[in-house]
């Protein structure tokens, strides 16, 4: 029987997740289930499973999701988010999911198809991600719904405060628990818990961690989210730029200490965007005082 995360949450102070996303090319398909086995063994209370935008993997998630489930019996979180498709659409793969037993969701808005600078919802689509939650729970109590959280506020969110107010709706609708973006700064993160609390956000928010392991992946990806690179990490990183081997011991460093501060300071657990490694986040969990 896999177990919704939201009775996992009741059970467990800390808990430990690992991202996934749905690979390209066959290759990295065939590989993935090898990877996620190697990572079982760091006993996750769960893993998750993004789904892509436009279409581009999106078909790839539910398929993963439910070969990870059967083969390891660990909850796998499907991301959902309401961009590209119909409300017809999403009725039809909610109703998928609860016959394959995907009963955990982690709900989002998505982001607008590239190339799109001024997205609008089709005409019988949903616009804001607290739609598809309350679309979600119309399907009785059977999932399991996280949503996503911005320490530094959501990229075309006009401020912190607004943000946060937007929190609030997805988890007055039925959102269980928050896990935020990468981050790298500790204080994004807990002025940002110190700003939901405040309005009465009670849920837990667990922290998305990303470790670094090349510096110009992580300018292209954060500038794609919108996440800032403190001055810290490009005077540690920027000189290392092209060594592979003393990028990753830096990277792997980092983020031992950015976890323990976190841990220390009441963080309640830790979810990895592993990009489909093993390490560094096998290092890191080794390293944590957990």
Not at 132 to 144: A, G, K, Q, T, V
């Amino acid at each position: 029987m896999i177990r919704k995360i939201s009775d996992i949450l009741r059970e467990k102070e800390r808990t430990y997740s690992f991202e996934l996303f749905p690979p390209k090319t066959e290759k990295g398909r065939e590989k993935l289930p090898e990877t996620a086995g190697t990572l079982k063994e760091l006993e996750p209370d769960w893993f998750a499973v993004t789904y892509g935008a436009g279409g581009t993997t999106r078909e790839l998630t539910m398929d993963i999701v439910d070969e990870l489930q059967k083969r390891f019996q660990i909850p796998t979180m499907h991301h959902f988010t309401c961009v590209g498709h119909s409300k017809a659409e999403l009725e039809a793969i909610i109703k998928k999911m609860k016959e394959k037993n995907i009963c955990n969701i982690l709900a989002l808005r998505g982001d607008a198809p590239e190339g799109v600078e001024h997205w609008e919802p089709a005409p019988d689509g949903l616009e804001y991600c607290y739609q598809l939650i309350e679309l979600i729970r119309s399907y009785d109590s059977f999932f399991s719904i996280g949503v996503a959280g911005f320490p530094e506020g959501h990229i075309d969110c006009p401020d912190k405060e607004i943000d946060s107010r937007y929190l609030k709706i997805k988890i007055d609708t039925g959102g269980e628990f928050v896990i935020t973006q990468l981050f790298f700064n500790n204080k994004d993160y807990f002025e940002y818990l110190e700003r939901v609390r405040k309005i009465g956000v009670t849920v837990r928010i667990i922290p998305g961690i990303i470790p670094i392991t090349n510096y110009q992946q992580l300018l292209r990806f954060c500038k794609t989210c919108g996440a800032t690179i403190p001055q810290r990490v490009h005077d540690i990183f920027k000189p290392l730029d092209g060594d592979a081997e003393a990028t990753y011991k830096a990277g792997v460093q980092f983020t031992v200490e950015q976890c323990n501060e976190l841990l220390e300071g009441g963080a309640p657990g830790l979810h990895f965007y592993t990009l489909n490694k093993v390490d560094p986040t096998r290092e890191i969990l080794n390293k944590i005082k957990r």
